[in-house]
């Protein structure tokens, strides 16, 4: 019987592997709806809607918005949930996001007026006045603080939530039977043992690797997980949001920083085997190398993330505009080959991040070079 | 770059760090730690396995090494048993032989030497007989001489010359 299970996990796995293109394929699916009753109001502006959709994909919301259409009679149907806004102004306000209707009315909390005004929530009086400047930028005030329970931080706590059972399920299951995985987690053993022997011990070396696996595999998964989903039908963009790798930089600039020993600081302050005056011009630069270094990896994750999103979701916009069999099959193939790529990408990303930051914190651990030469 | 600024959400930050670094700890109490444990315990387990392996294989060929110097030196222990024994046997043999042979020749040599002295002792109680036997003789030719003296002159002689005979 050891073996008809094994076919269902294969099964199962190629289910969940094909789970982005079916995805993709939803979207397209609801974009049609939306797109072809918009095709007849309104034939001129179907690129620019297109447009409009992506830019709204790509940025965060503070409700969880699945897809929408247009019915018959012009209304919009919007599919999804709403999620707490929390806002530090004039106290605490916590609402639902279900409050602003996508915009289109003013939401109250105890006597605060806020209306969502493209993805943005702005202090407003109780009729929901919006004034803007020369430049046509709404100048109404912000709210100081904007903690919200946001679609963003919604998908990072599921997916820490996820990680957290995967992976503390696949800690327990080792005592269970006798040092060896069982479970889900079990295909994640050998990415771990891969980040420990190929990522973490070559770029840090024996001695200190192991202060840096927790964070190392934390942000490895994190990252790939997050990548993974935002190729779903859910729609998220949570590593493409420039606040994300953001912060994910700075943990591991702050790391290689805090942990970094003597002749780390050496290197870049007074420079080993340099003229002295070259010592002096060469600490800036050094200095500003570390900051550079984070800073790349924070716009590389982005970059990457978004470029694939945009000219995904372009390709299947494309669809709707050729309008033919053969022009539309054609982007479909593209599409289909394209998240493969991403899927890939996905990984890649992952693996670059932690790569890299395996290499930053190997560098602030680095040992003397007469010592380096024994390993 | 000013749209990159202006997209930056400082509550997405500060969510995220939060969320990121809670995860963190987390997972490092429950997971990585238990896990990266496990795994090394189990490399360590493996690595152990394996020795001990090596180890009760180069057991192995050490034992059947010595057993087979065992054999060896048993059956060369054997061989010279039985060399020695063959040796002993045969000198013991020799031996016997030798000591039968000069025992013999001793019993020989005494006996010779008895019947010399037998022979000697004989001799000399035939010389003192004789001499006995002279006197007598003498001593009836004297007397004899007394009453015959030719006849006891001729018994003299006849007697002397048998004692010749002698």
């Known amino acids: ?375 | 770059m000013e749209k990159l600024i202006e997209q930056f959400s400082l509550g997405l930050f500060v969510w995220m760090l939060v969320i990121f670094i809670g995860l963190i700890l987390l997972l490092k109490k429950f997971a990585w730690k238990p896990i990266l444990d496990a795994v090394n315990e189990r490399e360590e387990g493996i690595k152990n396995a394996l020795a001990s392996a090596e180890r009760a294989k180069l057991d192995m060929q050490n034992l059947t090494a010595s057993n087979e110097r065992l054999l060896a030196e048993a059956r060369a222990e054997r061989d010279t048993l039985l060399k020695e024994a063959r040796e002993i046997k045969e000198k013991m043999i020799n031996d016997a032989k030798s000591e039968a042979q000069a025992q013999g020749e001793k019993m020989i040599a005494q006996a010779k030497a008895a019947i010399e002295s037998e022979k000697n002792a004989a001799m000399v109680e035939l010389k003192n007989q004789v001499s006995s036997l002279s006197i007598e003789i003498a001593e009836k030719v004297l007397k004899s001489e007394l009453s015959n003296t030719e006849a006891q002159t001729k018994l003299v002689e006849k007697m002397l010359g048998d004692a010749k005979l002698n």
């Open chain 1, 1 to 375: 019987m050891v073996i008809s299970k094994k076919p269902l996990y294969l099964i199962v796995a190629f289910f969940f592997a094909l789970l982005p293109l079916i995805s993709n394929a939803t979207i397209s699916d609801s974009t049609a709806v939306h797109t072809e009753n918009a095709h007849s109001e309104e034939p001129k502006d179907l690129k620019t809607e297109i447009k409009e959709y992506i830019a709204h994909h790509l940025l965060d919301s503070y409700d969880f918005h699945l897809f929408s259409w247009k019915d018959d009679a012009g209304h919009d149907h919007h599919i999804g949930f709403p999620l707490p806004v929390i806002l530090i102004d004039n106290g605490v306000q916590i609402f639902s996001s279900s409050k602003f209707h996508h915009g289109e009315t003013v939401a109250e909390s105890n006597g605060n007026f806020y209306k969502l005004y493209h993805g943005k929530i702005y202090k407003t009086d109780a009729e929901g006045t919006v004034s803007y400047d020369d430049k046509h930028h709404v100048s109404n005030a912000k709210p100081t603080i904007d903690l919200s329970i946001t679609k963003n931080v919604f998908m990072m706590l599921v997916v820490s939530v996820l990680m957290f059972f995967l992976f503390s399920g696949l800690a327990k299951s080792y005592a269970k039977n006798g040092g060896i995985a069982k479970g889900a987690g079990r295909f994640f053993e050998p990415i771990i043992l891969y980040i420990r022997d190929d990522i973490a011990i070559p770029n840090i070396g024996h001695k200190n690797y192991k202060k840096y696996m927790s964070y190392l595999l934390t942000i490895f998964f994190f990252v790939w997980f997050l990548n993974m989903f935002g190729l779903t039908p859910l729609g998220v963009n949570v590593t493409g949001n420039i606040a994300i790798t953001a912060g994910l930089a700075l943990l591991t600039y702050l790391i290689t920083t805090f942990t970094a020993n003597k002749n780390y600081w050496g290197h870049i302050f007074w420079m080993p085997g340099v003229p002295s005056l070259m010592k002096i011009v060469l600490a800036p630069i050094e200095l500003l190398g570390t900051i550079i270094k984070p800073f790349s990896l924070m716009i590389r994750l982005y970059a990457n993330i978004v470029a694939g999103h945009v000219v995904l979701m372009s390709i299947i916009g494309l669809m709707f505009i050729f309008k033919n069999w053969l022009g539309s099959s054609l982007s479909f193939f593209l599409a289909f080959a394209l998240s493969l790529l991403e899927i890939l990408v996905a990984a890649l990303q992952a693996y670059i991040f932690t790569m890299l930051s395996a290499l930053y914190f190997g560098a602030a651990n680095e040992e003397h070079h007469h010592d380096e030469a024994h390993h």
